[in-house]
């Protein structure tokens, strides 16, 4: 439990903050007014189906009393969870690592395209969120439930919007918990659960198809010229091999030297000592592959000495795993698959 969690109620009123936008929709022509008037009782209708959530979380608790139209996030995962319950957000951060000049991830760009929506403004990244950008795009919420707000970033946020924090620790939100509350968040819990579950079907699909997977025991790395990171077993990367079929080596919680969650680093006068049937390694692009797999410090791995290494290139793709959201995991799931199927029969 962080020490910084506060009994906190945020409330924000919507009328308030679209007072200007009521005035232009005022004085619009008459003849407009039939079409505004079936928009505004279907708007009705939806919130009359929206029951008020209370959701808890590292700051205190966030009431939503409405049924959330203006939709901001910032972090990770949240914005794909939005975006797969059918609502963009209006405005959500830039992203860089894997991302397309615009700040997009390409699953994103595949969602827009097909839901035909307004792509959403792009927020500054940075350590703490762009407040006035965040006032600008005019929210009734903020999600920024993975993410590493702090109490300060809070208490700005909450002034602009109802906003959900993270529920303990920041950047440590298991992506299923990110959709389900999102899912709550906007009043859409069941779809969540829906949601959820086409993601698990899709998954089993995959390993049902590869049977070679099942019990093969494996070890989740990468690689860098100054670090070799060992993903342990609470890291969402290794629970989505074990999706798969795939066993954690032992020799991981052998090696463990706890220094993180989720990953630990080792010396590379023992990464021999990380023994697994397949070796799984993350590269942001083929150069980088390329001088990993000549490097003679790893040629002492029996994985690399008999091929038994499956290497997954590219910064998208190593993306959609680190963590996974609601869109990413099954984006990637065949890139995956491709690059363990030959270290599997290698293996066998």
């Not at 991302?99 to 929506?117: I, L, N, T, V």
């Not at 600008?136 to 602009?160: R, W």
């Not at 390993?207 to 790395?221: M, R």
Request: a negative charge; charged letters at 20%.
């Amino acid at each position: 439990m962080s020490p910084n969690r506060l009994p906190h109620r945020t409330r924000r009123s919507r009328a308030r903050a679209f007072a200007p936008l009521a005035a232009v929709l005022l004085a619009l022509p008459l003849a407009a007014c039939g079409s505004e008037g079936d928009a505004d009782a279907d708007a009705s209708q939806d919130g009359a189906s929206f029951e008020a959530v209370t959701i808890e979380h590292a700051f205190g608790s966030t009431e939503i009393d409405d049924k959330p139209e203006r939709v901001v996030t910032w972090g990770w995962g949240s914005p794909d969870a939005a975006i797969a319950l059918g609502v963009t957000p209006v405005a959500m951060e830039a992203l860089t690592y894997g991302a397309s000049e615009d700040g997009f991830m390409p699953w994103q760009e595949e969602a827009f395209e097909e839901s035909g929506d307004d792509v959403p403004t792009t927020l500054t990244p940075g350590e703490a969120p762009p407040f006035e950008e965040i006032l600008a795009a005019e929210p009734d919420l903020i999600l920024a439930n993975y993410s590493g707000i702090t109490q300060a970033d809070y208490d700005k946020l909450s002034k602009i919007a109802d906003t959900v924090a993270y529920p303990d620790q920041p950047w440590s939100t298991p992506w299923r918990d990110v959709i389900t509350t999102v899912g709550q968040a906007l009043g859409e819990a069941e779809q969540a659960e829906t949601l959820l579950s086409d993601i698990d079907a899709e998954v089993a699909a995959a390993a049902e198809a590869h049977p070679e997977f099942e019990g093969k025991t494996i070890a989740a790395v990468a690689i860098d010229p100054s670090a070799f990171y060992v993903y342990r077993g609470a890291d969402p990367r290794v629970q989505f091999l074990e999706d798969l079929g795939f066993t954690l080596a032992p020799s991981v919680g052998a090696l463990d030297t706890e220094e993180a969650s989720f990953y630990y680093t080792i010396s590379p006068e023992v990464v021999d000592q990380l023994t697994s049937d397949v070796l799984l390694s993350y590269v942001p692009n083929e150069e980088a592959a390329t001088t990993i797999a000549e490097d003679p410090t790893y040629q002492v791995m029996s994985q690399f000495k008999e091929d038994r290494v499956a290497t997954v290139v590219g910064e998208a793709v190593v993306s959609s795993v680190s963590p996974p959201t609601a869109l990413s995991l099954t984006w990637g799931l065949d890139a995956f698959v491709e690059a363990l199927v030959p270290a599997v029969e290698a293996a066998s």
